[in-house]
């Protein structure tokens, strides 16, 4: 399963805002409406949009479009994960070397796409080693192949676990208020034929405290140099009740979501979004119109509730700022 490619300078990006109910692909030969696209969440998932934003970078160039105002322009499309501006310095960096010329930039966008999905294999490879036999297993939000360039994350995790025979059970959490968990993870799950149950995100505290739980594992957004992370609003509240059951807590990423440039997780910068999405569902209102509404997109877990780090470099445990600083050297 893929969510983005690239065919003839054009982009095709799979709108998930349609998931799982329609499978529209979109084409783009415009920087600009990429960024809208990952606003407005046809692409999402960290890994994704900066491999999206790549893609969107060499648009501009084989149009022959200022790369500055198109880097500008698509870094300003969603503030929290740390891929997007990851990918767009590496474009840049790129485009310097070769002068701005569309085919190397194109050959990089193409690298940074094939490279995330290698590392969501690599990551699942090391995070399956952790999965105990007949493991039911939480996750949160979508970090699977849409979300990424393929393959997933902690879904990369967790579809290696099943093909090392190991998964009983995939408990998703529908992950309000955009639902990623009810219209991706388990649209993912069950399109690759792995057990999968959809709970309420208030059902997941209820199911460890019967024992149904051995492990929960989740996406990120950006870690910061001490193994603080943010990842979908939610996740931290899975890691809090996590700890108190003695429920193993697993965070999977890239090393390109990693952000040491912040000592910890409160310089992470957490999206505001729309209102609307959560006084109403599917275009329904479901809350009274005039009604505050606080909508932070990300939440931030700190690293004291996070058993353990699976990268595509391998498996890190506390001390984590000793130990992600190892991880790069
Ligand atoms: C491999 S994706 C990791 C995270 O990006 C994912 O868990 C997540 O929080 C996605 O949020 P979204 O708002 O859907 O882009």
Request: net charge negative; proline share 5%; charged share 20%.
């Amino acid at each position: 399963m893929d969510a983005i490619r690239w065919e003839g300078n054009t982009l095709y990006l799979l709108d998930q805002t349609k998931l799982p109910v329609t499978e529209v692909w979109l084409p783009y030969t415009d920087y600009r409406p990429v960024a809208d696209a990952i606003r407005t969440m046809v692409v999402r998932g960290a890994p994704a949009i900066g491999v999206a934003a790549a893609y969107a970078y060499c648009l501009a160039a084989l149009a022959g479009e200022g790369l500055d105002e198109a880097k500008e322009t698509l870094a300003a499309s969603r503030p929290t994960a740390v891929n997007l501006f990851w990918a767009l310095e590496r474009m840049e960096r790129k485009a310097k070397e070769c002068g701005g010329a569309a085919e190397p930039l194109i050959a990089e966008a193409k690298a940074i796409h094939a490279e995330d999905v290698a590392m969501c294999r690599a990551m699942g490879a090391h995070g399956a080693a952790v999965v105990p036999e007949h493991a039911r297993i939480l996750t949160h939000c979508n970090a699977g192949a849409l979300a990424t360039g393929g393959y997933g994350t902690a879904l990369g995790v967790i579809r290696a676990a099943h093909e090392a025979g190991k998964v009983n059970m995939v408990y998703c959490d529908e992950t309000r208020p955009l639902l990623q968990g009810a219209r991706l993870t388990a649209y993912e799950l069950v399109s690759d034929h792995i057990p999968a149950t959809l709970i309420a995100d208030n059902m997941a505290a209820s199911l460890m405290a019967k024992g149904k739980i051995d492990l929960a594992v989740v996406g990120c957004d950006r870690m910061a140099a001490n193994g603080d992370f943010a990842n979908k609003i939610g996740t931290y509240s899975v890691a809090v009740n996590a700890h108190y059951h003695g429920i193993p807590f697993y965070v999977a990423l890239p090393c390109s979501t990693i952000d040491l440039s912040l000592a910890d997780g409160s310089g992470i910068p957490i999206e505001e979004r729309d209102r609307d999405e959560v006084r109403t569902l599917y275009g329904t209102r479901t809350a009274p119109e005039s009604v505050e509404v606080c909508n932070p997109a990300f939440d931030v877990t700190p690293h004291s509730l996070v058993t353990g780090i699976i990268t595509e470099k391998g498996v890190i445990y506390p001390p984590f700022q000793e130990n992600l600083q190892k991880l790069f050297g």
